[in-house]
């Protein structure tokens, strides 16, 4: 079946513009997570969603930055104003709930340049 | 809180060595571990899995990790590697509510 997509694949930005980034998930999966991979930080957590609650919001950097989700399907994650250190590929990943024992399945990723 | 952390950061191997990519993690509690693989130009994508039993667990691609809880590590193996293992290797622990946290990545160059 199809796995999880994100959109759009690439966004170039100029600072101070907002920005919004778009998750699909696999079908049925109620637990929805985003991570940002860049050069400095490595792969961090940013928001868990299970359903369309966001339990955990300890990863995001900033207030700058929020999510939602609806239906219990997409999700959408905001950066407003953005700033060069958001530039970094946003990771997306669904699973069929959540707990540390369920595999994650990920995106192929958003690649965010601020300019 | 729970860590992990990566001690080889980039490896140069040629065809047919063999691999091992050290992972240790920090938590008293019961483990879970995982190693994941970012092959170039895809996504991130699940090797292999340790929740319990067996501490020696096999993977895709013939990789396979041993969990020693002893020293409280979870080294990932491969007898021999191939030039499509060139890849960036995470290992990863869970926390509570399944976010993961992972080290800091290993980047393999297999030459053929």
């Known amino acids: 079946g199809a796995g999880v997509s994100q959109s759009p694949s690439n966004k170039v930005t100029e600072k101070g513009k907002d920005v919004e980034l778009r998750c699909d998930p696999i079908s049925g999966h109620t637990a929805l997570y985003w991570y940002r991979q860049s050069l400095g930080q490595g792969l961090e957590f940013l928001i868990y969603?299970?359903?369309?609650?966001?339990?955990?919001k300890s990863g995001l950097p900033s207030d700058r930055f929020s999510a939602e989700r609806t239906g219990g399907s997409v999700s959408t994650l905001t950066i407003q104003r953005t700033q060069q250190e958001d530039s970094a590929v946003y990771l997306c990943?669904?699973?069929?709930?959540?707990?540390?024992?369920?595999?994650?399945?990920f995106g192929p990723g958003t690649r965010l340049t601020v300019t | 809180a729970q860590s992990v952390s990566q001690h080889n950061h980039h490896v140069i191997l040629s065809e047919a060595a063999s691999l091992e990519l050290g992972c240790n993690y920090s938590y008293g509690g019961t483990v879970n571990l995982f190693w994941y693989v970012q092959y170039p130009g895809q996504h991130l994508q699940l090797l292999l899995k340790?929740?319990?039993?067996?501490?020696l667990v096999k993977g895709i691609k013939g990789f396979e990790a041993e969990f020693i809880k002893s020293k409280f590590s979870f080294n990932l193996r491969k007898p021999s590697v191939q030039w499509s293992d060139t890849a960036e290797y995470f290992c990863?622990?869970?926390?509570?509510?399944?976010?993961?946290?992972f080290g800091q990545g290993t980047t393999l160059q297999v030459k053929p």
């Open positions: 990943a669904s699973s069929l709930t959540s707990g540390e024992t369920y595999e994650q399945y």
């Open positions: 969603f299970q359903g369309n609650s966001a339990p955990d």
């Open positions: 340790y929740f319990s039993g067996d501490p």
């Open positions: 990863a622990v869970p926390g509570n509510t399944g976010k993961l946290i």
